[in-house]
């Protein structure tokens, strides 16, 4: 192999000479740095070679206008117009023109390199404050795979260096005290790998988690058996997919002996070619192979025995596989913590149990600025009736690479100071991390909590209740009224200013409609705690699985409507044989399609093709059934909490995959569905009420009769919200074609990348400059969303990489949805858009479902997911139409692979793998 030869140039330095010198932080960055102690302890690492931070300094200094240097975008991060100076310093970077000596470097290396270094080079960033104990930029600065030529080359430093000054970045330096940056760049030869992974040198799931504290702290209470996690894929690492391709898990004691391997079926992997990066697929009878083999982990097992000697902690060490076999070290750095999401502290629990199945995946930040600040304010005022203090510098709503959060500490802390409610019945409605955490927080709230306030908080608590009814009849009418103005509106008539009144008046109504569905939600709430609470007496261990059955049946259920009305359209497809046949064939079509949860980036509606083709169908009672659905249905859609997702009636494609699914079995009676779910609902409460003495059966009544009432009301408010957040996104679609009038620099669907504010600003003003703006957070919401989904709940900080959890014949999640079923899986990727692949009878599993999604319940024998609650209105509705459903099953969809039989026990909340 050729090497690169000695220069008189330090713009470019091999890192055998940095090893052998001294490799400094400060000037070759943490990332050159690691890899230089790589070197040193004898690691295999591939040639590399590094541009200091000096030419970094010297770019920016000489070629960014004064106040956009990286320490000034510090200093003024948390400022509102620091963000447009980010975007503005990115965009310069990424034009600028790289110093003579460095383009001339990057030639000589590409000449040298070519024709011995098939898949290229790896071009990543190495900033002065990365990998330093304390901070890590993980997941935010760019990485480049298969550069070649000078040009590449020098395209990919540019990148590189922009990646230091993005809106993540900056937020988090700042958050860390951090008060500037330089960044090195590290360029590497691309290996040949047939596998690549990630190798953690200390177990972090053994580390106690629930005191919170960083896990470089923790490592030394652990066993005394060391044990090594990998996540390893095929190629050179885990292809950028729909979550349906999941990595191996493995875990090794100090030996190199493994004590667990969970194989994935991992349909693609990532390769460099030609045409630069490209997944491709793996063989069918190779996709649950082992992507190591024992060689490899033998290896591995050396690497992390050499760490241990040096006596550096822990480390998670990048590694790749060549082809002809031998373990290749791309970055070595210490295990730390990702930081902690704003708002909380080492001992908060944040869970994705409560937003989750409303808001799948990365929200735009259009989203974002609409979303969270309402949560934040409805959940601190319905605290602050009560009288309940919330912990100081607490947040309801936490982001974690992008995506939504909940502050679990913070609400239980809030409702055990309410009087008379018990905050540790809703223990059994979350899973995951952080349980004796919360108890725990839960005893130290209750101190604060006055039992003075607890004849006003009963007397408030049934005033606000009683009027419920009332108030969204009324609501509703202006609803209406409200809707049918807006629809008849001429949105691009409207001069700028009369636009700007009509987005801040649509806001209000989601707003407004925010706040009577989170007091809906809670009524609903306190009426299940109540129940659970008089059946503990009698039914202590099964309070909470005894309450769910009694109340399922609710009836005339706003959530299920969807989905009842589909199954009619799904019957009279059945009948209209050319119709059936046009909807079949379409099947391997519309599965192609990218899926909902990640729409397409800057999509503003569906191709004219997607949108019309209901029409396509041939004439006949099928097409007619599908259009008046649309008509009564067509602003819903699967994750519609999200502004870019285009409903139903812009793209039906999604829609008509539920359809073809329901026609490849025979026709479901949804009515009957429903009347068999409240008849068996009936019969177990008259089972349960003559074990009850008189006054507590008549007390069971009530509150029967109190849930399913406020669950119808709070049903209805639910998709109040999603048709008014649709309005919004009617209008945001207005204000996005005006913006690319004024800025042809724009591409369709910019306004969706920015906040509320902005958006109202930017046509205020009819304001020309925004594309850099847009250019950085659209690249910064791709990035987040080609990372693999956090767990669903955590203490502290989140870990830097979410395992599977340990594998077995039986999963543990949470009752959804009562009865027993026995199935084959379809492993649904985030967004359902393989939702025509379902067959009837199968097991669904998903990462979480929308209640958008609930036609699905039709089709399928049971419903298995990763996130969600039993309370959540997905499980709701599965309890509604008798579909045995559990949640909170975690790793259920890295575990559980397509075809395998599952036997879904929704009485319990167990998954048994029956192949396993």
Same mark, same amino acid.
């Given at each position: ?5 000695r220069?008189?140039s330090?713009?470019l ?5 940095i090893?052998s010198g001294?490799?400094r932080r ?5 990332k ?8 040193q302890l ?7 070679w590094?541009?200091p931070?000096?030419a970094?300094?010297?770019a ?5 206008p ?5 320490a ?5 991060a948390?400022?509102?117009?620091a ?5 503005a ?6 034009k600028l023109e790289l ?6 470097d990057l030639?000589?290396?590409?000449d040298?390199v ?8 790896a071009?990543?960033s190495?900033?002065t404050c990365e990998?330093?104990g304390?901070?890590s930029?993980a997941?935010i600065a760019?990485t480049v795979l298969?550069?070649?030529t000078?040009?590449?080359?020098a395209?990919?430093?540019r ?9 993540d970045a900056?937020?988090?330096l ?12 590290v360029i590497?030869?691309?290996v ?5 992974g990630v190798m953690?040198?200390r177990?972090p ?8 504290a960083?896990?470089r ?8 058996r060391r044990v090594?996690?990998v996540?390893?894929t095929f190629?050179?690492g885990a292809?950028?997919v729909?979550?349906?391709?999941h ?5 090794f004691d100090e030996?190199?002996e493994?004590?667990e391997?969970l ?5 693609e992997?990532?390769?460099v070619g ?13 996709r649950e192979?082992p ?7 033998a ?5 992390a025995?050499?760490?241990?000697a040096d006596?550096g902690?822990?480390y998670?060490?990048e590694?790749a596989?060549?082809?002809r076999g031998?373990v290749r070290?791309?970055?070595?750095r210490p295990v730390t913590?990702?930081g ?9 629990v944040?869970?994705r149990a ?5 808001l799948e995946?990365v929200?735009t ?6 979303l969270?600040?309402?949560a ?8 602050y009736?009560?009288?309940?203090r919330?912990?100081?510098g607490a947040r309801?709503?936490?982001r974690?690479?992008?995506r939504f959060?909940?502050n679990?500490?913070a609400?239980m ?11 540790r019945t809703?223990?059994e409605l979350?899973a995951g991390?952080?349980?004796?955490v919360?108890e725990?927080q839960i005893?130290?709230?209750k101190?604060?909590r006055s039992?003075a306030?607890l004849p006003?908080t ?6 606000e ?7 969204l009849?009324?609501?509703?009418r202006?609803g209406e ?8 509106m001429d949105?691009?008539i409207?001069?700028d200013?009369?636009?700007?009144t009509?987005?801040?008046e ?7 409609t925010g706040?009577l ?8 709430l306190a009426?299940h705690?109540?129940?659970?609470t008089?059946l503990?007496?009698?039914t ?9 059955a009694m109340t =399922?049946?609710v009836g005339?259920l #706003?959530?299920a409507?969807?989905g009842? *009305? @589909?199954?009619h359209v799904? +019957?009279i %497809?059945?009948k ?5 046949a046009a909807l079949l064939?379409?099947v391997k079509?519309?599965d192609?399609?990218?899926?909902f ?6 999509g503003?509606t569906?191709?004219?093709?997607q949108?019309?083709?209901p029409?396509?169908?041939?004439d006949?009672p099928a097409k007619r059934a599908i259009l008046q659905f649309?008509e009564a ?7 519609e909490?999200e ?5 139903w009636?812009e793209d039906?494609s999604t829609?008509?995959?539920?359809? =073809?699914?329901?026609?490849?079995? #025979?026709?479901v009676d949804?009515d009957r *569905? @429903?009347?068999?779910?409240r +008849?068996? %609902?009936e019969g ?7 074990r009850?003495?008189y006054?507590?059966?008549?007390l069971?009544?009530?509150?029967v009769?109190r849930?399913r009432?406020f669950?119808?009301?709070?049903a ?6 999603m ?6 996104r009617?209008?945001a679609?207005d204000?996005?074609r005006r913006?690319?009038?004024i800025?042809?620099?724009l591409?369709p669907?910019a306004a969706?990348?920015l906040?509320?504010d902005?958006m109202?600003d930017?046509i ?6 925004l ?15 080609s990372r693999?989904d956090p767990?669903?709940s955590?203490v502290?900080?989140p870990?830097?990489v979410?395992?599977?959890?340990s594998?077995?014949?039986v999963?543990?999640g949470?009752p959804g949805?009562g ?7 379809r492993v ?9 692949t379902?067959?009837?009878?199968e097991?669904l599993?998903?990462?979480?479902i929308?209640v958008g999604a609930?036609?699905?319940?039709l ?7 990763e996130?969600?609650s ?5 499980a ?6 008798g ?5 909170a ?5 890295r575990l559980?692979?397509d075809?395998e039989?599952?036997?879904?026990d929704?009485d319990?909340g167990?998954v048994e793998?029956?192949?396993a």
């Open positions: 192999m050729a090497r690169f030869r220069r008189r330090t713009r330095v091999p890192l055998t000479v090893a001294g490799a400060e000037e070759h960055g943490g050159a740095f690691g890899l230089a102690q790589a070197l004898g690691l295999p690492v591939p040639e590399t590094v541009i931070a000096t970094f300094r010297e920016v200094r000489s070629d960014l004064p106040g956009h240097t990286p000034e975008l510090i200093r003024f948390d400022r509102p117009a963000l447009e100076r980010a975007a310093a990115r965009d310069e970077i990424l110093p003579t000596d460095v383009l001339s030639a000589e290396l590409a040298e070519e024709g011995n270094s098939p898949w290229g080079l071009v990543r190495s900033a990998d330093a304390l901070t930029m997941g760019e298969g550069a070649r000078a040009e590449e080359l395209d990919a430093v990148r590189v260096w922009a990646s230091g000054v993005s809106g900056l937020a988090y700042r958050a860390h005290k951090v008060k500037d940056v330089a960044v090195a760049v590497q030869r691309v040949a790998a047939k596998a690549a953690f040198t177990d799931q053994k580390s106690p988690s629930a005191t919170g960083p896990l702290v923790e490592v030394d209470k652990l066993d005394e090594r996690v996540s390893a190629g050179l292809p950028l729909d979550g349906t391709s990595p191996d898990t493995l875990r030996n190199g493994v004590i391997y194989t994935a079926n991992k349909a992997k990532l390769v030609d045409d630069g990066i490209s997944c491709e697929p793996v063989p069918e009878n190779l192979h992507a190591l083999g024992p060689a490899a982990i290896e591995l097992a050396e690497i025995r050499v760490l241990d006596g902690g822990a998670d060490v590694f596989v060549g082809r031998g070290v791309l970055q070595l913590g990702l902690y999401p704003d708002g909380g502290d080492a001992s908060t944040w869970s409560v937003l989750g199945e409303s995946g929200p930040p259009l989203t974002w600025s609409v969270a600040p309402l934040e304010k409805n959940f601190r005022s319905a605290f009736a009560f009288g309940s919330v912990p100081k309801f709503v936490g974690v690479h992008g959060y909940f679990m500490s609400f802390q809030g409702a055990a100071q309410v009087p008379g409610v018990e905050p809703l223990l979350a991390e952080g349980r004796t919360l725990r005893e130290q709230s101190s604060k039992l306030r006003f009963v007397a408030r608590l049934f005033t209740q009683a009027r419920l009814g009332d108030e009849a009324r609501f509703e202006s009224k409200f809707a049918r103005w807006l629809a008849e949105l691009g409207l001069p200013d009369a636009l700007t009509t987005l801040r649509v806001r209000g109504f989601v707003e407004q706040r569905s989170l007091r809906c939600s809670a009524a609903a009426a705690l109540g129940l659970k008089v503990a007496r009698s202590p261990v099964t309070a909470e699985h005894v309450a769910q =399922a049946g005339d #706003e959530t409507t969807a009842v *009305a @589909l199954a799904v +019957a %497809a059945h209209d044989a050319e119709a059936r064939a379409r079509l519309l192609g399609n990218a899926p949860g990640e729409p397409a980036l800057f503003e569906a191709p004219l093709d949108a019309a083709l029409d396509q169908l041939p006949g649309l249905y067509g602003d819903r859609g699967i994750n909490s502004l870019i997702t285009p409903r009636r039906p829609l008509l995959s539920i359809v =073809a699914a329901g026609l490849r079995g #025979e026709p949804p *569905a @429903l009347s068999m779910a +008849a068996l %609902a177990r409460a008259h089972q349960v009420e003559e009850l003495p006054i507590e059966r008549a069971v009544r009530a509150l009769a849930y009432r669950t119808r009301l709070r209805r408010m639910r998709v109040w919200l048709r008014t957040l649709g309005m919004l009617t209008v679609l204000v996005d913006l690319r009038r800025d042809d620099a591409r669907g969706f990348f906040t509320f902005e109202v930017a205020s003003r009819s304001r020309s400059d594309a850099p703006l847009v250019r950085l957070r659209a690249a910064g919401w791709q990035r987040d969303s693999p767990p669903g955590f502290g900080a870990p830097s979410a395992f599977a959890p594998g077995g014949a999963l543990h949470l949805s009865g027993v079923v026995t199935g084959r899986a649904l990727g985030s967004g359902l858009g393989r939702a025509a379902l067959e009837p009878g097991v599993v998903t990462r979480t929308d609930s036609p699905l319940f089709v399928a024998a049971g419903v298995v997911t996130l969600g039993p309370l959540s209105h997905a709701i509705v599965a309890r509604e139409l579909v045995p459903a559990v949640v099953a975690a790793g259920v969809t559980v692979r075809g039989r599952l036997r879904v929704g319990r167990i793998r029956l192949d």
